[in-house]
């Protein structure tokens, strides 16, 4: 059944697969949720609704397990031209499988966002790590980070989960609106 359905693999449809990262195969659960909101693939959040940081849980055999978590923007600073592609969000290493990003090393902080044209794509991408800890240098900045650069660099392999959601600058500054 290789290769079936791969078409309609929303990371695909996304162009997630493709800009971001390679074709791989999901091995280890990850939920990312905002407040009562979980993440699904291609789901649009406000930027409103993304700016703390989310709750991470990964999956994974054990505690003896380790994982990297990186979330991107590839859509830096506009969709019609990502010449800041990636912007780096958020970095977290070490992180013991059956917990969460909290459980982990953050290397960059959370940075919450804040497209200001059009429709960008957030990505979060999961990594086992090969030993227990693992020596991240944190990048000297966060635009024009490189997702597959720093797998090969850091020894990552392909990534064990992803997803990503949508988000869009809101329509008006002024006053909250209570309502959807």
Not at 1 to 6: E, I, L, N, P
Request: hydrophobic fraction near 35%; include cysteine; charge should be positive.
């Amino acid at each position: 059944m290789a290769g079936s359905g791969r078409e309609r693999e929303p990371l695909v449809v996304g162009r997630v697969v493709g800009d971001v990262l390679d074709p791989f195969v999901r091995t280890t659960n990850l939920r990312v949720s905002y407040g009562t909101r979980t993440v699904s693939n291609g789901c649009e959040l406000k930027p409103s609704m993304v700016v703390n940081q989310p709750r991470v849980e990964v999956g994974g055999p054990d505690m003896r397990t380790f994982y990297t978590l990186v979330m991107v923007d590839p859509d830096a600073p506009n969709p019609s031209d990502p010449n800041l592609r990636e912007y780096l969000h958020w970095l977290v290493t070490d992180i013991p499988g059956t917990t969460g990003a909290a459980f982990g090393q953050e290397v960059i902080r959370y940075e919450s966002p804040r497209p200001t044209m059009g429709i960008h794509r957030f990505v979060l991408v999961l990594f086992q790590q090969l030993g227990r800890q693992i020596t991240v240098y944190a990048p000297g900045w966060r635009q024009n980070f490189n997702t597959r650069d720093f797998a090969e660099l850091y020894n990552l392999g392909p990534p064990v989960a992803a997803v990503y959601f949508n988000c869009q600058r809101e329509a008006g500054s002024g006053g909250r609106r209570m309502y959807s």
